[in-house]
């Protein structure tokens, strides 16, 4: 290929880069719709609305309910058995976080078990204190609080 050759490929090349480039850049600043559908909620008794978890790695979006009753000195498994029991499950570590964020006068200033295990280590699971909002990973035969919460798919 010649000097001249070679230099026009390059430039068609550079011209189709910048043309992906203007396009990736046009869809970046564009505004985005995040539309939700008008919905009503039937809360039952003691329930409380705490909002909604936007869903993440192709799971769906979901209204967070948190159930009415709390588990006292129960173990991860033990508070898996309470949250069934109320017919919900217990709150994941995002929804621990809205509940703090939300509804945080409807818990103890103390430490409630979500319903995940720790990715490294199966002997923990992870907890939140509705104190100061931390959340923490420790042994799941500690004897800590439970909420359970139920979800509604949007």
Same mark, same amino acid.
């Given at each position: 290929?010649?000097?001249?050759?070679?230099?026009?490929?390059?430039?068609?090349?550079?011209?189709?880069?910048?043309?992906?480039?203007?396009?990736?850049?046009?869809?970046?600043?564009?505004?985005?719709?995040?539309?939700?559908?008008?919905?009503?909620?039937?809360?039952?008794?003691?329930?409380?609305?705490?909002?909604?978890?936007?869903?993440?790695?192709?799971?769906?979006?979901?209204?967070?309910?948190?159930?009415?009753?709390?588990?006292?000195?129960?173990?991860?498994?033990?508070?898996?058995?309470?949250?069934?029991?109320?017919?919900?499950?217990?709150?994941?570590?995002?929804?621990? @976080?809205?509940? /703090?964020?939300?509804?945080? =006068?409807?818990?103890?200033? *103390? !430490?409630?078990?979500?319903? &995940?295990?720790? +990715?490294?280590?199966?002997? @923990?699971?992870? /907890?939140?204190?509705?104190? =100061?909002?931390?959340?923490? *990973? !420790?042994?799941?035969?500690? &004897?800590?609080? +439970?909420?359970?919460?139920?979800?509604?798919?949007?």
């Amino acid at each position: 290929m010649n000097a001249i050759a070679e230099l026009e490929t390059i430039k068609a090349t550079h011209a189709d880069l910048a043309k992906q480039i203007a396009t990736l850049e046009e869809a970046i600043t564009k505004p985005r719709n995040f539309v939700f559908h008008a919905q009503t909620i039937a809360l039952n008794p003691g329930e409380e609305y705490a909002g909604i978890i936007l869903g993440k790695d192709g799971a769906a979006s979901h209204h967070l309910i948190l159930l009415p009753g709390e588990a006292e000195s129960v173990t991860f498994a033990g508070a898996h058995e309470f949250a069934k029991k109320a017919g919900g499950d217990l709150p994941t570590r995002r929804e621990q @976080s809205l509940l /703090f964020a939300n509804l945080k =006068d409807q818990f103890e200033q *103390s !430490w409630y078990w979500s319903g &995940e295990q720790h +990715a490294a280590d199966s002997y @923990s699971a992870w /907890f939140q204190d509705f104190d =100061d909002g931390s959340q923490v *990973s !420790w042994r799941k035969d500690d &004897e800590l609080r +439970a909420r359970a919460v139920r979800r509604i798919t949007i």
